[in-house]
């Protein structure tokens, strides 16, 4: 029960924009919005979840990991509810950031409390498996169901979907998760400004991005937010390490295990986002393909990240957690490679690509989890939950924008229109190579820089067993 409700915690948080995508152009028409309101009506979901996921997660470690889900559940359920009421635009995009704060009050406690039903990594492994597996299935399949409920029914009916959800997420967490522990929780006062501060930075950085991509470097918008960013983080920081009771002890984050685990799924969102971007625009604007046999040529991708969930539990136990992490991860900047250096030349090597990246990240999702997890106290689980997803979203954001601000500079004219010429085409080409190939860079240096991290923590604590009782 307790599995059955984490699972459908995570799927919520995987089938929301998934299903909700394909009936943009319907609800464009029936509440006569722009396309820059289109683009907030899935874009406030991510700003709000992402930049309200630290905050939630520290309060879940002081109040109670299960009671601080419970309540994001029944809101998720009140915000799915009122979707029936949207007649506006307005209020679809405040239903949309209503369900971002649900997901930020959802999301960390699942994986905290998946860890924390287990004592053993293997069975660790086998239940975060079991969770992201069913979240795959939901956005491997949102689009088809999406457009199948839209075939007989209005669209609200794609976010009613979420009431059912949250109903049994809530009974298999009431009866399968025991309450919280008192010694598993703390009780700092809460740290208010770091709070504020921290989700400024996140929110500044995740619109950042979407902002290059839609004004243009040209533009003083995406600078200013860019730089209100970085401004933002570096307050965020001295005021963690001044004040007493900080919101993110760094010095946690500052474990080999945890900042390991931060900088794979760093290095994983990276690339599946920016990957992402380039192969659609490349199928449906460079090659010519239709949205639906653009569709068929990303199945590889959704292929490996559904089937592949039996095979990751016996490759991390042959493996370990740590050799699984960078092996999976080294598969993900391999498939980058492949993509920038031989892209352009079939769909071949973009399928072998996808597959790379697919792979590596099916298993960098659950064992970079796993790892942060490991190295943390039991009493700040959810916070690190939370720096896992924002670690994801943060660099996923990144990924489209690096990609798209190359684009931009190397095309010249409008890229969606139909018919370039032979110099439209080859700036194209190049572009997506230059972007592979920077991401490709970008990733690396995370992974190796992670690889060096954990292999540093593996020695030590050897030397800890080893020093022991002799030191005894």
């Known amino acids: 029960m307790a599995l059955a409700g984490l699972s459908a915690v995570f799927l919520f948080e995987m089938l929301d924009n998934s299903i909700l995508n394909v009936a943009l152009p319907t609800i464009g028409r029936e509440l006569h919005a722009s396309t820059v309101t289109l683009q907030w009506v899935t874009g406030v979901y991510a700003v709000v979840f992402g930049g309200l996921m630290p905050a939630f997660g520290a309060i879940a470690d002081r109040f109670g990991r299960r ?70 299935v939901g956005l491997a399949i949102g689009p088809t169901a999406g457009g199948l409920v839209l075939a007989v029914a209005p669209w609200q009916v794609l976010l009613l979907i979420n009431v059912p959800i949250a109903v049994l997420a809530i009974i298999g967490i009431r009866s399968g998760i025991a309450a919280d522990v008192a010694a598993e929780l703390h009780r700092d006062p809460m740290d208010v400004p770091g709070a504020v501060l921290g989700t400024a930075t996140v929110v500044l950085a995740l619109v950042a991005p ?18 209100a960013a970085v401004a933002g983080a570096i307050l965020f920081v001295l005021r963690e390490r001044s004040t007493r009771h900080p919101l993110l002890d760094l010095k946690l984050v500052a474990r080999p295990l945890v900042s390991a685990g ?20 490349q199928l449906q604007l460079d090659w010519g393909w239709s949205p639906t046999l653009a569709a068929v040529g990303m199945l590889p991708q959704v292929i490996v990240l559904v089937a592949a969930g039996p095979l990751v539990n016996r490759f991390v136990e042959r493996a370990g957690l740590d050799r699984a992490a ?12 492949v993509y920038g250096l031989l892209g352009r030349s079939g769909y071949v090597w973009v399928a072998i690509a996808l597959v790379l990246v697919a792979a590596g990240m099916r298993v960098v999702g659950v064992v970079a ?64 190579t230059l972007a592979g190939l920077v991401l490709t860079a970008v990733a690396a240096t995370l992974v190796g820089w992670a690889t060096v991290r954990t292999r540093n923590a593996t020695d030590s604590l050897t030397s800890t067993s080893n020093a022991g009782p002799s030191a005894g």
């Open 67 to 136: 009671r601080i889900m419970l309540v994001g559940l029944v809101l998720l359920g009140v915000a799915s509810l009122a979707t029936a009421f949207v007649t506006t635009d307005e209020q679809l995009i405040a239903v949309r950031a209503v369900m971002g704060a649900a997901a930020a009050m959802t999301t960390p406690g699942s994986i905290a409390l998946a860890f924390r039903l287990f004592s053993e990594d293997g069975l660790r492994v086998r239940a975060m498996t079991l969770i992201s597996t069913v979240g795959l």
């Open 210 to 227: 979407t902002l290059f991509v839609n004004e243009g470097t040209g533009s003083w918008a995406p600078w200013t937010a860019a730089a």
């Open 262 to 281: 931060l900088a794979y799924k760093a290095a994983s969102g990276l690339a599946v986002a920016g990957m992402g971007y380039m192969v659609t625009l």
């Open 326 to 337: 960078w092996l999976s991860a080294t598969a993900v900047v391999a498939g980058l490679a």
């Open 369 to 432: 989890g796993v790892n942060v997890m490991r190295g943390l106290p039991k009493n700040r689980t959810s916070i690190g939950a939370a720096l896992v997803d924002t670690a994801s979203e943060v660099t996923s954001a990144a990924g489209i924008a690096v990609t798209g601000t190359i684009l931009a500079g190397l095309f010249t004219g409008n890229i969606a229109t139909p018919d370039w010429s032979a110099h439209q085409t080859a700036q194209f080409q190049d572009a997506t």
